[in-house]
């Protein structure tokens, strides 16, 4: 289902115009209009999900391949070294566009960006007790 106030359904379903890399019956991959890097790519379902906790496990078993259809134009295609895959949920998580997308960001030698966490060194009592939360 299309959400009619939300312009990734739009651009997604053709509704308005993007710069299209790649194209099937579930998903549209656009170039981003503030790229990180030459190429940063986003996939988008045609489907409103708002994010991943939203999205149908059918739909979502079909992103990864997607992104590797278009990791390999961009490999081919711009020579990039290397290559991110982004995908926010929650503006806590840096998420602006509330409609599912994943990032794909090409990285290229001296390219300027960090797409890291500082890593933090927890005990081995505190990973533990994660572990106990989650089991
Ligand atoms: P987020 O921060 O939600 O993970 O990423 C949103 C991304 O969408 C940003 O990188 C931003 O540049 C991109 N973006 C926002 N609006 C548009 C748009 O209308 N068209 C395209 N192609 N990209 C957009
Ligand atoms: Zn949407």
Known sequence: MKQDNCIFCKIANGDIPSRTVYEDADFRAILDLGPATEGHTLILPKEHAANLYEMPDELAAKVLPVAKKVAALLKDRLGCAGLNLVQNNGELAGQTVMHFHLHLIPRYENDGQTILWKPTEPGADELD???????
Request: glycine share 0%; charged share 30%; aromatic share 0%.
């Open 129 to 135: 007790a994660v572990l106990k939360k989650l089991s």
